[in-house]
């Protein structure tokens, strides 16, 4: 199954939290290694970001994200796990797991 | 029904008592669908109960289910794999035709544990959790535990969609956890069933605490090792032992401190202080529900309120709050403090917990008037009666709010 990571910020959280989260880098050579990681990229602040509507045939360009909140999505990434469990665990050993939140997504399947 | 039907269907139900969840849970576990699982077994049902009058009850009944709904699942599938395949209907047609519905070995492997895993999922909404184990576990129907939760048959079939639709959509494995992961899954089960229980107790509801001793019970057969697993077993053991003595003949309230002891369940006792004692007896340091079902031991053997060991049951609620901190515990400790050292400490114990609770006031209420300040224990009865969450309970809280108001007792 494949999921989409979603990589957030998250305020709430404690120095201790901080200085626990693992190194990315490792993370990454991990994913990768087991053929778990599909794609996965850092992304520009929510400042940076275009939304894009067409309403009555008109098109609508406005500026910054679907919804404003204290959370930013700084990255995603696409895994391809067995099931909910091991996207879990990889979920639980990114860094961001510690210092934000991550949020899993399943993909929509073709046939479903 | 004819006199010759009475045994079969009474062997019929025998069968499916024994091994419904069996039988259900291996489909699950091969199928991935919860549906097809339950309409297999309605569909074996209403086959002996036709087959067995005229062919005799079979040798093993429970095994004679199983294969029939084994090949009904096998049927299905297959007149749905003609319409449209899917990966995972092809993969569980392999299976169940290679009769593949054994349980792999390993403490952890049983299906049934596998399928408590899944409806206990920490991925799944609480009160979907709680649905779906009295739908699949304990069998309950959906109109059981829609009266048992107080929302329409509608609404909790709903739930019980949303939550099945997630198990699938969100690609819930039906499988044992990662080694690391095993005693946080476990606790998630206990939890479920812990709340069942706490439901059924809270609006005195016997069927529901019934259902969750069963659960208890049958997590200490899955993990006969697990000193949580038997100390939750013991605890609502211990806890449903005094049920008989919680109302009286009108359906009021009773306090445990008022309880008519001889009242209380001595068989039920007696089974949950061997349970205790098999968790004592696992050697690791006693965890949330051991810690509490020594408190409920402690209680349930002392002849009466003066004679209850309230030194010990003040120590394991400091156990239990170091263990985890809640309000609700403190609250509970202060109680024990009252008893143990009168009722002035039992409420300097209570304004120190320094958090709301519901049940605070009541609490607060009850240690005033003991120490005799009748004035400020109407008041605390008052903000209780308020408060109170159930029928039964703000009926007992305006009983004590006379009591301590009527003017004839001020002697």
């Known amino acids: ?112 | 029904m004819t006199d010759a039907r009475r045994p079969v269907a009474a062997a019929v139900a025998g069968a499916v008592a024994a091994e419904r969840l069996r039988i259900v849970a291996a489909l699950i576990r091969v199928t991935g669908d919860f549906d097809l699982a339950e309409d297999c077994l309605q569909d074996a049902i209403e086959r002996a109960l036709q087959r067995w009058p005229a062919d005799g009850v079979p040798e093993n009944p429970g095994a004679w289910l199983t294969t029939t709904a084994r090949r009904r699942a096998l049927d299905v599938l297959r007149r749905r794999q003609t319409e449209r395949t899917k990966l995972r209907e092809a993969q569980a047609l392999a299976e169940l035709a290679r009769d593949a519905t054994a349980d792999e070995p390993g403490p952890y492997a049983d299906d049934r544990l596998k399928l408590l895993f899944t409806c206990c999922h920490p991925a799944l909404p609480m009160a979907g959790r709680v649905a779906l184990t009295l739908k699949s576990v304990a069998g309950l129907s959906t109109r059981q535990i829609a009266r048992a939760f107080l929302v329409s048959e509608a609404t909790m079939g709903q739930r019980l969609l949303r939550t099945k639709n997630k198990i699938e959509h969100a690609g819930i494995g039906f499988r044992v956890p990662e080694p690391h992961r095993l005693a946080a899954r476990v606790d998630a089960v206990l939890a479920v069933v812990y709340l069942i229980f706490t439901e059924g107790y809270a609006t005195v509801h016997d069927d529901l605490a019934a259902e969750a001793i069963q659960l208890s019970g049958l997590l200490t057969q899955l993990l006969p090792d697990d000193d949580e697993v038997l100390g939750l077993h013991a605890l609502l053991l211990l806890q449903h032992a005094r049920r008989p003595a919680r109302t009286d003949a009108a359906g009021e309230l009773i306090t445990l401190e008022d309880q008519d002891r001889d009242r209380w369940d001595g068989a039920a006792i007696e089974a949950g202080l061997t349970t205790l004692a098999a968790a004592r007896a696992t050697g690791r340091p006693p965890g949330y529900y051991r810690l509490q079902a020594e408190i409920a031991a402690l209680h349930t053997t002392a002849a009466g309120p003066g004679e209850t060991d309230w030194p010990r049951i003040v120590i394991a609620y400091d156990a239990l709050l170091a263990l985890r901190p809640s309000p609700s515990i403190a609250l509970n400790r202060a109680v024990a403090v009252g008893f143990r050292d009168g009722p002035a400490a039992g409420l300097a114990a209570v304004e120190a917990i320094g958090a709301d609770h519901p049940l605070l006031p009541a609490v607060r209420a009850d240690l005033l008037r003991r120490a005799g300040r009748r004035q400020e224990a109407a008041a605390a009865y008052r903000d209780a009666v308020a408060a109170a969450r159930t029928e039964p309970e703000r009926r007992l809280l305006e009983r004590r709010l006379s009591e301590v108001s009527d003017p004839a007792g001020d002697t």
């Open chain 1, 1 to 112: 199954m494949r999921y989409l990571m979603l990589v957030g910020t998250d305020p709430d959280h404690t120095e201790a939290d901080a200085a626990a989260a693992p190194d990315i880098e490792e993370w990454f050579g991990y994913v990768t290694g087991a053929g778990k990681h599909v794609i996965g990229d850092r992304l520009r602040p929510s400042s940076a970001a275009t939304t894009v509507r067409v309403r009555g045939g008109e098109l609508l360009v406005t500026d910054g994200p679907f919804a404003e909140t204290n959370e930013w999505i700084v990255g995603f990434d696409v895994l391809d796990c067995e099931d909910l469990d091991e996207a879990i665990e990889i979920a639980s050993k990114h860094s961001m797991a510690y210092t934000g939140r991550l949020e899993l997504r399943p993909f929509w399947p073709l046939d479903g």
